[in-house]
């Protein structure tokens, strides 16, 4: 199975006095930081899990809500064992304090191989990973390369097929992620509303007074050298 990379190797500090501790303290300082909870920056839902239609010989999708809990803006990254069948849209990003976005997650199923039952066991794995960024910044992927130290793992997402014929509430769920996932793509894609009309109606009326009283000068103009 592929490494998940580098960049995602460390853990999320603890706060607390703890975390200053002298280096002298050894063993006592670990303990401590290993009773500590974890500190997530991001919420995720489903939490640990990305369900996929079973549709063996098709590439199939999944969803994920990405939800920043902290109060900092946090860059996101996925990772994952299968980097050749799989791909994540968006593949990262920079959230900004209680913003939230569903990334879909597209696979390939493969056809079962020596009658497998692919359905109960997959070993494909996602990572998200996350990292603490200063204001709204531009994702970049070599965010996570600079600040390694500072990198943590949020979660490790399991695959879990499900079967695309029967109803279910996670089937139910998974529609209504990938429509809203969808929906807020072809906003993102439609252009902003252009108030031009509106300031070039102005204009012409504008520029028709103008006319309208260049008009009259002129008559103005004519009608005294006739008097004259």
Known sequence: MPLWGAAASAAPAADGDAARA???????????????????????????????????????RSAVRIKNISKSHVAFKFQTTAPKSCFMR????????????????FKFVEHPENNEKPMDKCKVK?????????????????????QKDQVAVEQILRVVFLDAERPSPQMDKL???????????EAR?????????????????????KERRERYLARQQIEGVDSV
């Open 22 to 60: 002298p280096s002298g303290s050894g063993g006592g300082v670990k303990v401590i930081r290993s009773l500590l909870p974890t500190r997530r920056r991001l919420r995720l839902d489903p939490p640990a899990k990305l369900y996929f239609p079973y549709e063996p010989g098709k590439q199939v």
């Open 90 to 105: 968006p593949p990262g990003g920079v959230l900004a304090p209680g913003e939230s976005i569903i990334a879909t997650v």
């Open 126 to 146: 996602f990572k998200i990973v996350s990292l603490k960024v200063k204001g709204p910044v531009e994702y970049v992927p070599e965010l996570f390369d600079e």
């Open 175 to 185: 529609k209504r992620q990938l429509a809203e996932a969808e929906a807020a793509l």
């Open 189 to 209: 894609k439609k252009p902003p509303e252009d108030n031009g009309p509106r300031i070039v109606g102005e204009g012409l009326v504008i520029d028709e007074w």
